[in-house]
């Protein structure tokens, strides 16, 4: 696939800027953003996730599943359709964390098929990672929001032992964090999407990278370098070429990035 096809896949609205007019757009993926000291991982003093006690953890998905699909712990209980707990492969080596379900994924009860769902999925796609195959999806909270508003730390911190045990159980070796709520929930308040994005941490013994949510990324079209787009563009490129590491297959991707 070329570099042109895959930013079209990208798009859910292809924009009629040409990919020839885009900073490398010949596949080099040597920029800032790029360099050795922005990507460079980070090991920090970010909290440690507190396990759960052994007798409290899950013996599977399915049970965890079936306990948060009758979960009435916080007041998100009250206001959802249906807990949306996961979708994807639960072998993935590849986990990602969106913020809490919305109109739609609490109508079907599964993350992300909405209109964010539908360009993530893009986003991945276009480097040749399937949502349903390589990667595993899941919210930091599991209920809907009303008017999907931010969950409050109440609410979010009242979910994370289903998360903590998702990420246990899938036990993926690159974990993507979409948007600020998830960053908050995984490494800690004190970091800005912004500032972060697209840079690996070490937690828990994973790689982490906070990437931008997918409706942030519709709300803003702009392809020009230095764009939200255009700085995820470069992150995905970095995922895929350290997923390919990581399966131990060096072919697929034109990165030189060094963890
Ligand atoms: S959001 Fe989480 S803690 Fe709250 S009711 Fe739903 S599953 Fe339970």
């Known amino acids: 696939m070329t570099d042109k096809e895959q930013m079209n896949l990208f798009d859910l609205t292809p924009s009629a800027i040409p990919l020839a007019d885009l900073p490398h757009a010949e596949g080099s993926t ?15 003093n970010l909290a440690p996730a507190t396990p759960l006690p052994e007798h409290e953890q899950f013996a599977s998905l399915d049970a965890l599943r079936e306990v948060a699909c009758n979960c009435q712990k916080c007041p998100l209980a009250s206001t959802r359709t249906n807990v949306v707990v996961e ?25 992300f098929v909405g209109k964010s769902g539908q360009l993530l ?6 480097v040749g990672l399937d949502t349903n195959k390589d990667i595993y999806v899941c919210n930091t909270v599991k209920c809907r929001p009303p008017n999907n508003r931010v969950p409050t730390e109440v609410e979010t911190n009242t979910c994370k032992p289903y998360l903590l045990e998702q990420i246990r159980l899938v036990d993926p070796k690159i974990i993507l964090l979409t948007g600020a709520t998830s960053l908050k929930s995984i490494l800690g308040e004190k970091l ?20 931008f949510h997918p409706s942030y990324l519709l709300r803003n079209q702009s392809r020009e370098q230095g764009s939200p787009k255009w700085l995820t563009w470069q992150d995905v490129k ?7 590491e990581i399966i131990g297959d060096d072919s697929a991707v034109d990165d030189d990035e060094e963890f």
């Open 238 to 244: 970095a995922i895929k070429a350290k997923y390919l």
């Open 30 to 44: 040597k920029s800032p953003e790029n360099s050795k000291s922005t990507r460079a991982s980070k090991k920090n």
């Open 87 to 111: 979708r994807g492969d639960r072998k993935a080596k590849i986990l990602i964390i969106g913020e809490a379900p919305g109109e739609q994924e609490d109508l079907s009860g599964l993350p």
């Open 192 to 211: 800005g999407i912004t500032k972060v994005r697209g840079q690996w941490y070490e937690w828990e013994g994973r790689l982490v990278m906070p990437i």
């Open 121 to 126: 999925d893009k986003i991945l796609e276009s």
